[in-house]
T-cell receptor, first 115, second 114 residues
């Protein structure tokens, strides 16, 4: 049963600290998405990768957030320095990348709390 | 800009009653449309999607949705609610011809009571 995995599942940190979240997409998928979910803003797209190349990160605060795909099996989202307003659940999703309404498969999320 | 509106942030039904969750999209070009379900402390799971072809789409767990272009709607229904259907439901749209960027509605929390 192929699924997207994310680590850690929960992270509590103090303001100013660096946070790194990891995602392993489904094997063979060539698109990766990072979303943030908050009560106030709902689900927001932060970044999108296709074949490991970042194609859209317009939803991401550039000054503190960065997203990378070091290889096809790992995507990372980093926040440095973290702030209390970054507290949210961060989801990674992967897809087959056909572009014709293909399904995005979501991971279980990383719940981040910044104190 | 494309947007998705879900009417009703909370819906409550009795077990065995009809479930109707409403979704409208705004787009000059009919998009691809999706319904996802989120159980507590879990990620989103696809219920069903409309891309092309038949406008009545059947999904998992007995859910179905009908794409109505004239009404720009994609409402989700289930004839008989089960306690296990209690969750949050998200409607989403992706522009055809794009890279499948999903625009999500705000979500509807479904409660099912005995």
């Amino acid at each position: 049963d192929a699924r997207v995995t994310q680590t850690p599942r929960h992270k509590v940190t103090e303001m100013g600290q660096e946070v790194t979240m990891r995602c392993q997409p489904i094997l063979g998928h060539n698109t990766v998405f990072w979303y943030r979910q908050t009560m106030m803003q709902g689900l927001e797209l932060l970044a999108y990768f296709r074949n490991r190349a970042p194609l859209d990160d317009s939803g991401m605060p550039k000054d503190r957030f960065s997203a990378e795909m070091p290889d096809a099996t790992l995507a990372t989202l980093k926040i440095q320095p973290s702030e209390p307003r970054d507290s949210a659940v961060y989801f990674c999703a992967s897809g087959a990348g056909t572009g014709n309404g293909d399904t995005q498969y979501f991971g279980p999320g990383t719940r981040l709390t910044v104190l | 800009a494309q947007s998705v509106t879900q009417l009703g942030s909370h819906v409550s039904v009795s077990e065995g009653a009809l479930v109707l969750l409403r979704c409208n999209y705004s787009s000059s070009v009919p998009p691809y449309l999706f319904w996802y379900v989120q159980y507590p402390n879990q990620g989103l799971q696809l219920l069903l999607k409309y891309t092309t072809g038949a406008t009545l789409v059947k999904g998992i767990n007995g859910f179905e949705a009908e794409f109505k272009k004239s009404e720009t709607s994609f409402h989700l229904t289930k004839p008989s609610a089960h306690m296990s259907d209690a969750a949050e439901y998200f409607c989403a749209a992706a522009r055809s011809g794009g890279y499948n960027k999903l625009i999500f509605g705000a979500g509807t929390r479904l409660a099912v009571h005995p």
